[in-house]
């Protein structure tokens, strides 16, 4: 049986300042075709060009990948503002409706940084748009001027609920990850479930309550590492998993009996 097939949601780019393109960080890819051993093909985050349907079809699972432009707060109802700095609303398009499709069909979706933002916004929670504004926060944000290995250098702990999806997974229940973001969860939504928090209580980890499938995001990025990173490896084998069951036709016990 061929491998499963990821679809790795693209951030939009223009190439030498000029040419207009759809790319993603070989970071995923590569995490995606050596840790969860399945292919990544890489789709235009803009529905003119990307169908829902189509993509549910087509993929076995999907990742949503970090991304520098933010949620436009009109999906969380409230207004923008010069703190929610720049927009990608083809994306918002795009991922907010297939993670809502995901999560009601049990078809596999992991969101990192951005896309899990996208995936608790698609399920009902509001964003703040710069954390570190808030009292006691951390500034979570990468240092702008640093090398790669400093960007996603493992920079605070974060503690999952003993017992949770999170900690069995990872076979602990406090752990090191990199941040590299502004933004996150103000108010989580009526389905999402905070399964792991940085030291200033910034929500790092979130599932659903009633997901028949695999659905996990993380604020923090995993593809950085993956192969080697105890905490990394884990999720993208089990979202590898996942995609594995999916491709072989295996549905949630819910959905299998409709
Ligand atoms: N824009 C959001 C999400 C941050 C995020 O995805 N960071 C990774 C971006 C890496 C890069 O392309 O610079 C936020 O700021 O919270």
């Known amino acids: ?21 759809h790319a993603n960080g070989q970071m995923n890819t590569d995490a995606v075709a050596t840790v969860s051993d399945c292919l990544p093909l890489t789709f235009p985050a803009d529905p003119a060009v990307s169908p829902l349907e189509e993509l549910l079809d087509t993929f076995d699972g999907f990742l949503l990948t970090g991304g520098r432009p933010n949620v436009h707060p009109e999906e969380y109802g409230e207004e923008p503002t010069e ?13 907010l409706p297939l993670t809502r499709a995901c ?15 996208e995936m608790a916004v698609a399920m009902g929670s509001t964003l703040h748009p ?9 500034n979570h944000r990468m240092p702008p001027d640093g090398t790669l ?21 990872m076979g602990a229940e406090v752990v090191m990850t990199n941040t590299l973001h502004g933004q996150g969860i103000k108010q989580a939504g009526p389905r999402v479930i905070v399964d792991g928090w940085a030291p200033d209580e910034t929500p790092e980890a ?8 695999f659905a996990l995001a993380v604020q923090w990025h995993p593809e950085a590492n993956a192969a080697q990173d105890p905490v990394s490896r884990p999720l993208f084998e089990a979202f590898g998993e996942a995609c594995r069951a999916w491709r072989a036709g295996k549905r949630p016990a819910s959905l299998a009996a409709e």
């Open 1 to 21: 049986m061929r491998r499963p097939i990821v679809g790795i949601i693209s951030n939009a780019y223009l190439i030498n300042d000029q040419y207009p393109a």
């Open 83 to 95: 703190a929610h700095g720049a927009f990608d609303r083809n994306r918002d398009r795009v991922a």
């Open 103 to 117: 999560i009601e069909r049990g078809q596999p979706i992991l969101g990192i940084c951005r896309g899990f933002q």
């Open 130 to 138: 710069e954390i570190r504004d808030l009292p006691g926060r951390m």
């Open 149 to 169: 290995e400093e960007k996603f250098a493992l920079r605070h702990e974060v503690r999952f609920t003993s017992g949770g999806p999170f900690a069995r997974m």
């Open 206 to 213: 979130i599932h659903f309550d009633g997901a028949q499938g």
